[in-house]
DNA sequence: GTAATTAATGAGCAGTTACTCATTGTCAAT
DNA sequence: ATTGACAATGAGTAACTGCTCATTAATTAC
């Protein structure tokens, strides 16, 4: 009854935006280049996306999600606490690997006035999910008995700063210096002198 | 022999470039806006800055100084690297509770592709003074004795992340919950048991 | 005074922007 | 075949972009 979608232009879109945003930074880009790195017209991005906010957030929402969802099946191949959290920091760090763009493409996009997020719900609940994560932790006696905001400050942070450094290529990073800084921060948060687990 | 300079225009510059930055986003900024901002014709702008590019990465580079300059400044008042380096991060954070718009300026600039990092001399010093005060903590067997890059990533990005959130907006941060990710980042990489310096 | 020098201007340039919409292409159901 | 429904197009548009440069304003040296 209709024309049909040829290819999976959503997919097509998002890779294109992303790619420009690496390629010539959030100061410069344009609906119209995104467009043509896409292989695609103009018209057919506003078919999708109301506007260019509305695309890159909605680019955004995405990556994040994926983000999130690779974590949390991560956890899901452990059961106690301590491994789930180890599994998750892990899956963001290697996320920031595998994908740096899109990594590094969500990190400038937390950054943007114009973007709000508080507002989200569903950015609320993925963040929701994260802290409950760390209240296991805390209510089995393997973490610090503090706010698990502040936890999750002193966890997350260096895994991010660790996949962004990657994103903007500026060095690489070996494996070795991944582990030694979990070690680092786990010792700082895990209520027992016990070496962070491994398995 | 000149007409004299009215005002002090680059700091006009600098100030309205930071606040478009943080009033319409990376994505939509634009040097005829800046201008405006500043109360300066656009031909001003150019006398200052060669492109659009060099004046954000010259702003970038303004504000990144100042954050280093705040930061030694604070750890001059101390002797002993663990009191130096307590000091240190708490200026970082203090800097992004009194200036949000200038750090998360600094912070969207960090990631953006566009400015070559590991290029510039003066970004490296900054960098190198950084992981000096950290290595004088090792030393004298205040820190553990690993890498300083590794201990820097894990004390710096939770101070980041402390700074970036309140630059967005999106919470109140008390000073009780800074000194408690102080102690849990300091717990991680300190050596002994003992508790972080106060003083 | 006036000549020299430079700061600052802002209209204007060619090119680009975000966004629209009349048109065309492609399918399933008739 | 014809129709109806919609995906996809891309030339078109007004506004805006980064940037230039002829001009004006302000100052000092003589």
Redesign the interface.
Same mark, same amino acid.
């Given at each position: 009854m209709a024309r049909h979608k040829s290819g999976d232009k959503p997919k097509d879109i998002r890779k294109a935006t992303i790619e420009e945003?690496?390629? %010539?930074?959030?100061?410069? %880009?344009s609906v119209n280049k995104i467009a043509a790195r896409a292989g695609l017209s103009v018209g057919t991005i506003y078919r999708y996306h109301r506007s260019?906010?509305d695309l890159?957030f909605a680019v955004f929402l995405d990556v994040k999600r994926d983000i999130h969802s690779t974590m949390m099946e991560a956890a899901a191949e452990h059961r106690i606490a301590a491994s789930r959290l180890r599994a998750m920091w892990f899956a963001l760090v290697d996320y920031g690997f595998r994908l740096p763009k899109d990594f590094?493409f969500v $990190?400038?996009m937390n *950054? $943007?006035? =114009? %973007?709000q997020? *508080?507002g989200n719900e569903k950015l609320r609940q993925i963040q929701a999910e994260v802290l409950a994560e760390i209240q296991q932790g805390v209510d089995d006696g393997t973490l610090?008995d503090?706010?698990v !905001?502040? %936890?999750e400050?002193?966890l997350? *942070?260096?895994a +991010?700063?660790?996949a =962004?450094r990657v994103a903007?290529g =500026?060095q690489g990073i070996e494996s070795d $210096?991944v582990e !030694?800084?979990f070690s680092?921060?786990? !010792?700082? +948060?895990a209520l027992s002198e016990r070496p962070p687990p491994k398995e």
């Open positions: 945003v690496a390629h %010539i930074g959030s100061t410069a %880009i260019k906010d890159l590094q $990190e400038l *950054s $943007e006035t =114009r %973007i997020f *508080s610090v503090v706010n !905001r502040t %936890i400050t002193v997350a *942070s260096p +991010i700063t660790l =962004r903007l =500026r $210096e !030694r800084i680092l921060v786990w !010792r700082g +948060i």
